[in-house]
């Protein structure tokens, strides 16, 4: 008996796991079988294999072979095991041992070409913390896999494998198209100089992206509550080394990844129709949702109002925790979804409350704020309403650019840190409600206004932290140590307003 080994790896959710691929070339009847696989896009492999052996002039073993995967619990998912089944059986051919500490990650064409696949940078991260350090990968995965600090070797077809075992194939066909990918064209990001007027909702979306919090607007249609929706990622501070990892990972794993560590903040913007799984992940061999892709940075639901209740009511397990679970008949995975949520909707179904005007019938009304009550709406630390610009502010100068916005956040997210740096979490978001109560001293006429929306109902007990860390922001921008007056007044109007008062 021949054997060969390599490794290849699976992600389940975002965690890399590696799998060890053993051929057995056995005396016998000429078979070729696969065990250890759950997935048919995998057993499917073996006819790729064979036309890929074929195309590349390598003699396929005219014997038993039994390639068996293990561990057998963990789901092997698509099609990135081709290479490393057949990296194991040209080790058997060869007589010696596959590439040792590394992972062999690819699909195979027909023709013997190596195709890219999905979750190479989660794949090679699994491996390095179990000590592989190499990888074998697609060449367009390279820079990809290097990211994971992976010793990475790119390979674009099935002859230099068999070539580098000794076995004997045909010559190596050039490498086309790739490498040809060069810098792109910096795209222009959306600017806040772009925002005439609208003093009150920069200064939310300011607060928003100092002390990350979750932010409401509403406002009559086409008044710009996506154009600022879109400038937040631009005012909020660079995405770490270990972020930027973490948001390739997930890019990667849905195959969106151009290989380059982000360094902006990402922003996903699903539609109102959207299902609760495309918002928070999920199908048969689970694929991250929207609210991953905007892990480290922004999910927009704009018309908050129209997304189905179950749809939202899914956001708020990861909306407490900065992760989602799904959960599958065969396997349970997790997905990474540290997000900030902006919610914009219409004040009321026809648009026009605000403005005069409105034609929805008292019971519409009542439906249409119904909809946006309850406890996701109570997630919200800022609510801010927007106004049409008047004609001086669109005809006025234009508006502070992102760049000057960011700076006064980063400071601000500073102060949260040198504050926190013993905690357990970092920004004023995040701080627990006991904290707030007891570091913060609210002054006698705020205290007083308090205990007034309390007993009318404007603002309920959560509504209150809520009140105190969109003040301890105000402090952190404008350089107080801990919050004023002003800072209480300034939060109080965030906070006490809207449709939907709490
Ligand atoms: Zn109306």
């Known amino acids: ?26 005396p016998g009847l000429p078979t070729f079988s696969i065990v250890g696989l759950a997935d048919t896009a995998v057993s499917e492999s073996r006819e790729r294999i064979r036309a890929a052996f074929a195309a590349s002039g390598i003699d396929f073993p005219n014997t038993r072979i039994t390639v068996n995967l293990s561990p057998a619990d963990i789901p092997k998912y698509g099609t990135a095991f081709d290479l490393g089944i057949a990296c194991a059986i040209l080790a058997a051919l060869a007589g010696h041992a596959g590439p040792p500490n ?6 195979l064409g027909l023709d013997g070409s190596v195709r890219p696949v999905r979750g190479v940078l989660p794949a090679c991260l699994g491996a390095i913390h179990r000590g592989l350090t190499g990888a ?8 990809e896999a290097e990211l994971a600090r992976s010793r990475v070797r790119g390979v674009w077809h099935l002859t230099q494998v068999a070539r580098a075992f000794g076995v004997r194939a045909n010559p190596v066909p050039p490498c086309e198209e790739i490498g040809a990918v060069g810098e792109p064209e910096p795209t222009a990001e959306p600017d806040l100089a772009d925002v005439r007027g609208q003093a009150e909702a920069r200064l939310a979306l300011e607060m928003a992206a100092a002390g990350e919090h979750h932010l409401f607007m509403v406002g009559p249609p086409g008044v710009g509550k996506s154009m600022l929706a879109v400038r937040l990622p ?16 997930v890019r990667s794993l849905l195959g969106s990844f151009d290989g380059r560590l982000p360094t902006r903040r990402p922003f996903a913007d699903p539609h109102h129709t959207a299902s609760a799984a495309a918002l928070v992940g999920g199908g048969s061999s ?10 480290h940075g922004v999910l927009f639901l704009d018309e908050l109002a129209e997304f189905a209740p179950a749809a939202l009511e899914a956001l708020r397990e990861p909306m407490e925790t900065g992760r989602v679970h799904i959960s599958r008949a065969r396997t349970a995975v997790v997905f990474p979804a540290r997000f900030q949520l902006v919610g914009a909707a219409n004040p009321c179904r026809c648009g026009k409350l605000f403005d005069g005007g ?25 609510k801010v309403r927007l106004r049409r610009p008047s004609a001086a502010e669109l005809t006025g100068p234009a508006g502070e650019p992102s760049s000057a916005v960011r700076a006064r956040v980063e400071a601000a997210r500073r102060r949260q840190a040198a504050r926190f ?7 004023n978001a995040h701080t627990p409600g006991e904290w707030l109560r007891s570091h913060t001293e609210v002054p006698a006429g705020m205290r007083r206004a308090i205990r007034r929306a309390l007993t009318t109902g404007a603002l309920s007990a959560r509504g209150v932290d809520k009140l105190l860390r969109a ?32």
Do not use: Q
């Not at 740096?421 to 920004?427: H, L």
């Open 136 to 143: 074998v990968v697609p060449v367009e995965a390279v820079s």
């Open 471 to 502: 003040a301890w922001t105000v402090a952190d921008l404008v350089g107080h140590s801990a919050p004023r007056s002003d800072d209480f007044d300034l939060a109080y109007t965030m906070r006490v307003m809207g449709v939907n008062n709490d």
């Open 421 to 427: 740096s013993e905690e357990a979490w970092d920004t």
């Open 234 to 249: 631009g005012i909020m501070p660079l995405l770490t080394h270990s972020e930027g990892i973490e948001v390739a990972a």
């Open 358 to 382: 409105c034609t929805c019938s008292p019971a519409s009304l009542r439906a249409y704020r119904g909809r946006l009550s309850g406890p996701l709406m109570d997630r919200f630390d800022l």
């Open 102 to 107: 590394s992972i062999v990650l690819g699909e």
């Open 1 to 26: 008996m021949k054997l060969g080994i390599a490794t290849a790896a699976s992600v389940v959710g975002i965690e890399g796991h590696p799998v060890r691929i053993e051929a057995a070339l056995l």
């Open 286 to 295: 689970p694929r991250p949702g929207a609210i991953s892709r905007a892990h």
